[in-house]
């Protein structure tokens, strides 16, 4: 198993272009996350996915967009890039909650993101 | 919104050393996971801890969650080099959908 892969692992965008990122799974994991890393901010959470064909926002959700058309897939969109996303952004999932378990998360290597 | 502070945030000690790291929130977790994270790599689970006192070990690395459930410890005994990283605690509630991060705290272990 791949687990959790990202694409691309680096870019470089000028302010005002888009890009996609993808995340792909091969766990059969039921929920996935987008999330941006910064220096010494930790973790934080810009959309998530508890099923294929839905999509929650989460704390920094400004300026992406997301969408969950397949399982293994979730897709996270920057129509217009600014500086301020310059970041690392990683992927992670994990299986259903609602039987009461934890919200163990398998996360992807990282795009590292520049814009310039 | 439910928030987890750790501390230290920085750390850094001789290998052969012990240290702890807290995690604490004056929320109540359903469950409590570390990770830990290297440079240029992405987080990855160590431990989960689901029940208020529950103590944890996986080789030098114990983990204790409070009880209440609202904070978590990891103590490391004999650090070595290896241990360098970002130590990262996420709490979660049943049936939430997603966890709550700390900030982390990072871990140098000097030779």
């Known amino acids: 198993n791949a687990g959790v892969t990202q694409t691309p692992k680096f870019r470089v965008l000028k302010t005002g272009q888009s890009m996609t990122l993808l995340c792909a799974q091969d766990?059969?994991?039921?929920?996935m996350y987008w999330y941006r890393q910064d220096p010494g901010m930790g973790l934080r959470l810009i959309h998530y996915?508890?099923?294929?064909?839905?999509?929650a926002k989460g704390e920094v959700p400004d300026g992406y967009n997301v969408s969950r058309l397949k399982k293994q897939n979730f897709l996270l969109g920057l129509e217009s890039a600014a500086p301020s996303q310059t970041s690392v952004y990683f992927c992670?999932?994990?299986?259903?909650?609602?039987?009461?378990?934890?919200?163990?998360?398998?996360f992807g290597p990282g795009t590292r993101l520049t814009v310039l | 919104t439910q928030l987890l502070e750790q501390s230290p945030q920085f750390l850094s000690i001789q290998e052969g050393e012990n240290l702890t790291v807290y995690c604490n929130s004056s929320?109540?977790?359903?469950?409590l996971q570390w990770y830990r994270q290297e440079p240029g790599e992405g987080p990855v689970l160590l431990v989960t801890?689901?029940?208020?006192?529950e103590v944890k070990k996986l080789k030098r690395l114990t983990f204790q969650f409070g009880d209440a459930r609202k904070d978590s410890s990891l103590h490391i005994t004999a650090a070595q080099p290896g241990d360098t990283g970002l130590y990262l605690c996420?709490?979660?509630?049943?049936?939430?959908?997603?966890?709550?991060f700390g900030d982390g705290t990072t871990l140098t272990v000097k030779p």
């Open positions: 996420a709490g979660a509630n049943t049936n939430a959908g997603k966890s709550t």
């Open positions: 996915s508890v099923g294929e064909g839905t999509t």
């Open positions: 801890v689901v029940t208020g006192g």
């Open positions: 766990m059969n994991h039921e929920y």
């Open positions: 992670a999932s994990s299986f259903s909650t609602l039987a009461g378990g934890p919200n163990e998360q398998f």
């Open positions: 929320s109540v977790f359903s469950s």
